[in-house]
């Protein structure tokens, strides 16, 4: 398994432009996440999913950020329209909810810069 | 609700000297604390948990319920060890809190 599969690596866009980061989960694994990571802040959730249905969105900054995730192997967080403070590394992570030993697999990351 | 705290941005040690990475947490429940690496242009990737209390390349972490904190500890540092260390905690059944993370930095 290639492990959790995030595009583009890296996006450079201009303020107010629509932007879409996408994100393949694990083969199996029942739960997503979108996280957004800055220097100020760290690691932040945004929102998770769980059986492809969002659970809790509430570290969504505003009505600009929106996350869909149509099936158990796909997920988008779309930005419209950017802003330069949205510029930062969105991290996708899976797992799976079910077992002794629970861990989240995160993926490369996209960088974001909005100018 | 429940919060993740490390004190320090930065924290630079040098080569085979021992390194403590602290970590405290609010939570009402009971807790099951991790701490996750991130080495330099890699993935944020899991180093160890408290229930397994393992050792993962010389690194140990003990719950300390009492005084709320997970700390990372290694007896002696090595250059390899050098990345960005987050303390998370799991919430119910899917969250995990995240710390803002400490940098380590090893000094050769």
């Known amino acids: 398994d290639a492990g959790v599969i995030q595009s583009p690596r890296h996006e450079v866009t201009e303020m107010g432009q629509e932007v879409t980061l996408r994100c393949k989960p694990i083969?199996?694994?029942?739960?997503l996440f979108w996280y957004r990571q800055t220097m100020m802040r760290g690691l932040e959730l945004l929102i998770y999913f769980n059986n492809n249905v969002p659970i809790d969105d509430s570290g969504m900054p505003e009505d600009r950020f929106s996350a869909k995730m149509p099936n158990a192997s796909f997920s988008t967080l779309k930005i419209q329209p950017s802003e330069p403070r949205d510029s930062a590394v969105y991290f996708c992570?899976?797992?799976?909810?079910?077992?002794?030993?629970?861990?989240?697999?995160f993926g490369p990351g996209t960088r974001l810069t909005v100018t | 609700a429940q919060r993740v705290t490390q004190p320090e941005k930065l924290l630079s040690v040098f080569k085979g000297a021992p390194v403590e990475l602290k970590c405290n947490y609010s939570?009402?429940?009971?807790?099951?604390l991790f701490w996750y690496v991130q080495y330099s242009r890699q993935r944020l990737q899991l180093l160890l948990r408290?229930?397994s209390r393992e050792s993962i390349k010389g690194f140990t972490a003990d719950l300390n319920k009492g005084e709320t904190s997970f700390h990372l500890k290694k007896p002696f540092a090595q250059e390899e060890d050098s990345a960005m260390y987050y303390c998370?905690?799991?919430?119910?059944?899917?969250?995990?809190?995240f710390g803002k993370g400490t940098k380590l930095s090893v000094i050769p």
């Open positions: 992570a899976s797992s799976w909810t079910s077992g002794a030993f629970y861990e989240q697999y």
């Open positions: 408290h229930i």
């Open positions: 998370a905690l799991k919430a119910g059944s899917y969250q995990l809190t």
């Open positions: 083969s199996g694994h029942n739960s």
């Open positions: 939570y009402s429940g009971s807790p099951e």
